[in-house]
């Protein structure tokens, strides 16, 4: 990386020091064994149930759980958080188009909390430098038993009840209805277009998981609408792709920065249904039971990024981690060649210390499965299910991620292939003495706005290397071209020079850094 010398000036004013040598260990070998400096370090915080998130919050409450929650996140260095906003057909912002969860308040589908969630949650992850994915469920209608009198009148399962399916005990949203298509294409658009937010995210619902000797009553559909197709399974398999695809178009309409991802099952198809499927036993794959065609977003460029969920440990005959890994990365190498598509595995961070699997009983598995997926190239981070047992730690294993290899700040990858144009640096960069510390003023007075800045620091009066994540200061999102960060890590008797990148809203980086000392 270039570095701009502008407006560098040294003093002998000196700071305080209070930086743990686990957060920026000294590096031993060469650059080569460098840890990565981009990589995805997620937390789904699930809403549905009141998984990770309690019911009956007042706007003082919510905002003091989100703060310290994301504090704790920041803390472990994580650096995204994957926020359930829709998890049944309902919202957890002021929506037009869906009624307010019931998951917010613990009442009435419908019932307004008094404030939004989705607002305070992508704020206060911002003023924290982290990523806030929005995630939605598009086809689920309703938990098990749950009656769609229950719903708010409001809801388009009662305005439309033609709309609805019953399969088992779950309503859902027929897929192969282009009214239905065309309804979660608009909640993406309003969510897109009234949100900060980073990302849109879907994970592994799609048609829903099969039961025995059930069949999915979508026969209607596919008689009016799938008339070109053979198959009801292939019909099936073109609805999701076409769901795929349009909200990716509808994303990038709206703002093209915004990522599209998905974390589907973690298994494609077995060997035994296809030769280039995995070499994995799992009793359920994603393209003949939930009609989710993984291969074929890849092969279209209908995602930005895929997080499969592995959710199985690295001994576990029938569907080995490593085995998957391994597959999955193949995957992206080989059929993403519209445009590139960052990979990130799901972590069964649930499964640590409970599990039938005794592997989950080492409070080492899921470290090394970390491990595992760093050793693979096209692996670009991981993401953990959930935020629940990250707190609850079990075993320890979360305390061995922070200090082993959560240990520095990283940063999200980019999607460059939206947009590869070089941000601006700052126009100025003053740092001063403040009470917590040394306070940057980072002012940026161009038309094209950064969307992020990476403050690096290093000892004495010259710079040291910007590929060394170890160096990351911390992560600043732009506030209106006017942004103030004080570093409340530093020794009152040391000098300090920092370098501030620009970080373009795809997440390319200037090649220089603005330099100042003090």
Do not use: C
């Not at 799992?282 to 065609?293: E, S």
């Amino acid at each position: 990386m270039k570095k701009k010398y502008v407006g560098r000036f040294v003093t002998s004013v000196m700071m305080a020091l209070v930086l743990l040598i686990s957060i920026f260990p000294t590096p031993t070998q060469g650059a080569s064994d460098l840890p990565p400096k981009h990589e995805m370090r997620a937390a789904w915080i699930a809403t549905v149930g009141n998984i990770d998130v309690k019911a009956g919050m007042t706007k003082a409450q919510y905002t003091t759980w989100v703060r310290q929650t994301l504090d704790q996140l920041k803390a472990q260095k994580f650096n995204a958080v994957i926020y359930q906003v829709k998890p049944t057909n309902d919202a957890f912002y002021p929506s037009k188009l869906a009624p307010w969860s019931s998951y917010i308040t613990g009442k009435k589908q419908g019932t307004n909390p008094g404030y939004d969630p989705l607002l305070i949650m992508t704020e206060e992850a911002h003023n924290r430098g982290m990523e806030l994915h929005a995630w939605v469920n598009p086809y689920r209608v309703t938990m098990p038993g749950q009656t769609l009198s229950s719903l708010a009148p409001t809801n388009v399962a009662r305005t439309n009840p033609s709309w609805v399916i019953k399969y088992g005990k779950q309503y859902y949203l027929n897929p192969g209805l282009p009214e239905v298509q065309n309804y979660l294409l608009a909640t993406v658009e309003e969510l897109v277009a009234n949100y900060d937010i980073d990302a849109v995210h879907m994970d592994d619902y799609f048609y829903p998981y099969k039961i025995k000797n059930v069949t999915f009553p979508d026969q209607a559909a596919f008689k009016k609408y799938g008339t070109s197709y053979k198959k009801i399974a292939d019909w099936r398999r073109n609805n999701v792709n076409q769901l795929v695809k349009d909200i990716y178009s509808t994303i990038k309409a709206t703002k093209p920065h915004v990522q599209f991802g998905i974390s589907p099952f973690g298994v494609w198809r077995n060997q035994s249904l296809d030769p280039t499927g995995s070499n994995t036993k799992a009793g359920v794959n994603n393209y003949d039971d939930l009609y989710a065609d993984t291969r074929q977003w890849m092969k279209d460029g209908s995602i930005d990024y895929i997080t499969p969920q592995i959710y199985w440990s690295k001994t576990l005959s029938v569907a080995k981690y490593e085995t998957l890994v391994n597959w999955w990365s193949k995957e992206v190498a080989t059929y993403a060649k519209v445009h590139p598509i960052n990979l990130y595995i799901g972590l069964a961070d649930y499964k640590v210390g409970t599990d039938a699997d005794k592997a989950w009983n080492n409070k080492m598995e899921l470290p090394n499965q970390v491990i595992t997926n760093r050793a693979d190239e096209m692996v670009q981070g991981q993401m953990h299910f959930s935020l629940k047992s990250i707190q609850k730690n079990k075993l320890g294993y979360a305390t061995i991620l922070q200090k082993q290899h959560y240990n520095y700040t990283a940063i999200t990858p980019a999607i460059s292939w939206e947009n590869d144009s070089l941000p601006k640096l700052p126009t100025s960069v003053q740092v001063n003495k403040a009470a917590a510390g040394l306070q940057l003023e980072i002012g940026q007075q161009t038309t094209e706005q950064p969307r992020k800045y990476i403050i690096y620091r290093f000892e004495g009066n010259e710079e040291g290397s910007y590929q060394d994540p170890r160096n990351i200061v911390d992560v600043v999102y732009n506030v209106q071209g006017h942004t103030v960060f004080v570093d409340k890590t530093v020794n009152a008797k040391k000098v300090y020079t920092y370098g501030v990148v620009s970080v373009s809203a795809t997440g390319v980086e200037s090649e220089e850094a603005y330099v100042v000392s003090r």
